[in-house]
């Protein structure tokens, strides 16, 4: 994608350049290829030189002027042809032999192509000045500097990774300023330190030697102007001792003699970097070499800041993602038309039967896991908070899954969400809260078999109180032979130890729930338990129980399965 809008840039800037070309009324701009081929030959060329565009296409440019053998002209000539920038009045000759003084400028550009040539502005009126004929130079120089920042903010709109970016930069002031070599570093922040950003031109040893130095102390220019955000000129490096030998022996190695450094300011007027331009003549900066650094450094700052925005909401995004897929809690997203948009892990498990859940149809995905009637209550709840923006939680759901054929416990909600779409979604958090009920079951059932216990314990504690009472009160009834006194004294005795033991062992099973006695068991005889709960409860035969009320005498003979051991 970004290199399809690149080629349409390209092309776009190509036509633009040959529809300049062909019909400047006043000026003949005449496109050369590498090694001073000629390229582009407009109408107004034809007019001055009487050569046609095809008999020309492919010559060399020297051809049109007249040599007059001078040192200057072959200098001149040189430098046109190499497609350096220069200027100069010289002397053309026209296909019919005949000559004429003209007026030219040379500057080197960026074809559609994305490879440099340069165009020549011929100039033949007298009545314009050698200053109109650089205008019209200059003019088409500042309109590719305008496409080279398009096309670099372009690189910027669709995330270019960052060194890339930074090349381009690079590049474009290496390729407007041909004498010129650009590198730029970046500021670690955190450290203080100087990071390799970009420097297509340099050697890597060249990098290397300046990358991860720490401003203080300064090593070279780049890090005085990082640390005082300053711009710096160093116009004769070996002769200048502010900077450390080391500095000065990597660019003296690399046959640089100047440099000029320019702070990367960000939109808070921070420091991020800086952008070097070094070049192999002393003192070799112009005035207009300063609007190229700015256009340079602006978009260098564009570019790292945008860098660093994209960095850090792709951490954020990772780290929300890590907090949403770690969540004990199951989380999904329906967009407007209740499809699954996002589910994490926990619910990706949950529904672990549904096959890539993601874009499938929620209405249909509930009718696969529940019963019509609960997906439907579902789907319903699900359509309300889309609509009316209404949340809804329900903190106890049971029911039984249609896949798993068992119960299942959520404790689930919904809201609704604006998506980046500009459209809105619910978003449903739920939680298995199956421990919890089944526990809150268990205590229930655990208090009902307490409140069971203690209903059959009151009854075991209150049967032997019957017999003492009773005794009792044949004790204070004077019909009672002295004679049975004993006998009527050894059955408050035995209920008394029959309800000393009872409280006995509530005692050892309280002592057992607390893990305070082991229990052991061991077989014991049927027969003398039969026996012991069958004792007779009335002290006496000759006694007559009272006729208003209703006793039932106990059986005094064992059942038949205990008769026969």
């Not at 092309?11 to 633009?16: I, W």
């Not at 650009?182 to 450290?191: A, G, K, V």
Request: glycine share 4%.
């Amino acid at each position: 994608m970004v290199e399809q809008i690149q080629r349409g840039q390209r092309s776009r800037e190509s036509e633009l350049l040959q529809l300049l070309i062909d019909n400047d009324p006043n000026y003949a701009v005449i496109g050369l290829r590498e090694l001073g081929q000629i390229g582009d030959w407009p109408r107004r060329a034809e007019q001055l030189f009487g050569y046609a565009s095809d008999q020309v296409s492919g010559s060399p440019v020297d051809a049109l002027f007249l040599d007059d053998g001078g040192d200057e002209h072959r200098r001149f000539i040189s430098d046109l042809v190499a497609g350096q920038r220069c200027s100069g009045q010289t002397v053309a000759r026209a296909k019919n032999g005949s000559t004429f003084p003209i007026y030219l400028t040379s500057t080197p550009i960026l074809d559609g192509g994305n490879d440099i040539r340069s165009i020549i502005t011929v100039c033949c009126d007298p009545g314009l000045s050698s200053r109109s004929a650089a205008f019209v130079t200059d003019q088409v120089l500042a309109d590719q500097v305008l496409a080279d920042q398009r096309r670099i903010l372009e690189l910027i709109a669709t995330d270019t990774p960052l060194a890339e970016v930074l090349t381009a930069i690079c590049s474009l002031v290496e390729r407007h300023d041909r004498d010129s070599i650009c590198s730029i570093l970046l500021l670690d922040r955190d450290t203080q330190r100087m990071r390799y950003g970009a420097g297509p031109s340099l050697p890597p040893s060249f990098m290397e030697a300046t990358d991860s130095h720490s401003l203080k102390p300064p090593i070279g220019p780049c890090a005085i102007t990082m640390a005082s955000g300053q711009a710096m000129i160093v116009r004769d490096v070996q002769n200048d001792t502010r900077w450390s030998p080391l500095w000065r022996n990597v660019i003296a190695s690399h046959d640089l003699h100047s440099c000029r450094t320019t702070p990367i300011l960000a939109s808070d007027e921070t420091v991020s970097g800086a952008l070097a331009v070094y070049c192999h003549e002393s003192d070799p900066f112009r005035q207009s070499d300063q609007e190229l650094i700015a256009i340079a450094t602006r978009l260098a700052s564009i570019a790292i800041e945008r860098n660093q925005l994209v960095a850090e909401q792709q951490q954020s995004r990772a780290g929300f993602e890590t907090l949403v897929n770690s969540a004990p809690a199951g989380t999904f997203l329906v967009d407007a038309e209740l499809r699954i948009r996002l589910l994490n892990p926990k619910m990706q498990t949950a529904i672990e039967n549904v096959d890539r859940a993601i874009g499938k149809d929620f209405v249909r995905i509930m009718h696969s896991l529940w019963d019509e009637s609960v997906a439907d209550q579902i789907v319903e709840h699900f359509r309300h908070t889309l609509q009316t923006g209404d949340s809804y939680h329900q903190p106890e759901f049971i029911a039984t899954r249609r896949d798993l054929q068992e119960p299942v416990y959520y404790d689930w909600q919904i809201h609704r969400v604006l998506l980046p779409d500009g459209q809105y979604g619910v978003v449903c958090y739920f939680a298995d809260i199956a421990h919890h009920v089944l526990a809150r079951q268990s205590i229930a059932d655990a208090d009902r078999r307490k409140t069971e216990f203690l209903a059959t314990l009151g009854h075991e504690l209150r049967n032997p109180l019957t017999p003492i009472k009773a005794a009792v009160q044949l004790m204070q009834m004077n019909c009672v032979d002295p004679r049975e006194y004993q006998e009527l004294a050894s059955v408050i005795d035995r209920q008394v130890s029959q309800m000393t033991g009872l409280i006995d062992e509530l005692l050892d099973v309280s002592r057992i729930s607390c893990g305070k006695i082991t229990l052991q068991t061991s077989p014991c005889d049927l027969r003398w338990t039969w026996q012991t709960s069958t004792t007779r409860s009335w002290p006496s035969s000759a006694w007559t129980p009272p006729t208003d009320r209703k006793f039932c005498p106990l059986r005094s003979r064992p059942p038949p399965f205990l008769r026969s051991m």
